[in-house]
């Protein structure tokens, strides 16, 4: 079957070709007629109207683009509307997150800004590096809270990815020391990814660039069980033929293509991104370690339980037909909170 366009054209044309014979009045010019027709140049006519047709539409589309935008934006809004009645409760609890750890990072820098300047010395590098790293944390978290509060499970998922990134390199950087935090500080001005790790000397005998799998198997995050999640957002973040087919927005429905936002799949990024932020928040605190600190990192860890359920149950509610994602068997926030 042709296209439309083509179909048009050939149509219009064989419009005009039958009305110019039924116009004829002998057979000699209907004749003379058909000579002239097969004489046209069809090819070089189709290329003009063609061009025409390209140009009129661009001129329409360039003259009504705001009015088509605004029933754009209208259909946008009415889906974000949705999207926040079904989960609003899952959002606050994200916010809520992110407001907690920012304030008890900012009460923590005020801590660390009181200690004397010889002990602050002693992690000097340690500290600058995790406190620029903790607060490109907090906004890749607010970064994934906006992508699935529009609806978009696997962007957010894709951020969890670097945020994931950020929680190894915090490990190795804390665990390794100074050294090493300030060859990461020193890089930020060239092109090097992962060399600055040979600060650590644990990497002497390797002969080739520094990869991010060698910071992983070289500090206290226990990669193996994140292994699978992270393998899963880099074939999100990739052109994979998975993060084409076996997108998380998609309810893993085969004949669904989607093509902007859905409500489906937010709730792997919303918890892995909990977890990630409060493992972060937990290195930075004790490099400089005091009272208000752990209690600062035990509510925020337990933020995790109080987000996960939050999001499980609501992704229960909106999909029962889909499998269950919490059970009786696991223990909720509030029993833990009232246990205490």
């Known amino acids: 079957m042709a296209d439309k366009t083509s179909e048009f054209l050939q149509d219009t044309f064989m419009e005009l070709f039958e009305k110019q014979l039924e116009e004829a009045k002998t057979q000699e010019e209907a ?33 009504s683009m705001h009015e088509q935008v605004m029933t754009f934006r209208a259909k946008e809004q009415e889906f974000l509307s949705i ?78 990815r670097s945020l994931y990134e950020l929680t190894i390199v915090s490990s190795f950087i804390t665990l390794h020391g100074e050294r090493v935090a300030r060859e990461y500080i020193e890089s ?33 995050i226990n990669s193996e069980v994140w292994r699978r999640q992270y393998d899963l957002a880099n074939k999100i973040v990739h052109a994979s033929p998975q993060g084409t087919f076996a997108r998380l927005s998609n309810a893993e ?37 005091s009272g208000d600190n752990v209690v600062a990192m035990r509510y925020i860890n337990n933020w995790i339980d109080v987000i996960r359920e939050i999001y499980f149950k609501t992704h229960d509610s909106i999909f029962p037909d889909h499998e269950k994602l919490w059970n009786d068997n696991m223990v909720s926030y509030e029993d833990e909170l009232e246990g205490e």
């Open 31 to 63: 004749n003379e007629i058909a000579k002239k027709f097969n004489e046209l140049d069809l090819a070089r006519i189709f290329e003009d109207m063609y061009m025409r047709m390209v140009n009129d539409t661009t001129r329409f589309m360039r003259d």
């Open 83 to 160: 999207q926040e009645q079904k989960w609003s409760k899952a959002f606050v609890a994200s916010e809520s997150m992110y407001i907690m750890v920012a304030e008890a990072a900012e009460s923590y820098v005020e801590h660390v800004n009181e200690i004397p300047q010889d002990v602050l010395e002693t992690s000097h590098y340690t500290f600058t590096a995790m406190l620029h790293i903790h607060g490109r944390s907090l906004q890749q978290f607010l970064e994934i809270i906006t992508l699935m509060k529009n609806g978009f499970a696997d962007g957010a998922f894709a951020r969890w």
């Open 188 to 220: 930020s001005k060239t092109d090097d990814r992962y060399e600055w790790a040979k600060a650590s000397g644990i990497f002497s005998n390797i002969n080739r660039y520094i990869t991010f799998n060698d910071l992983q198997k070289n500090c206290e």
């Open 253 to 289: 429905t085969e004949n669904i293509i989607p093509i902007g936002r859905s409500d489906f799949g937010i709730t792997t990024a919303a918890e892995h991104s909990a977890i990630s932020l409060a493992q972060i928040t937990a290195m930075f605190f004790n490099i400089h370690l």
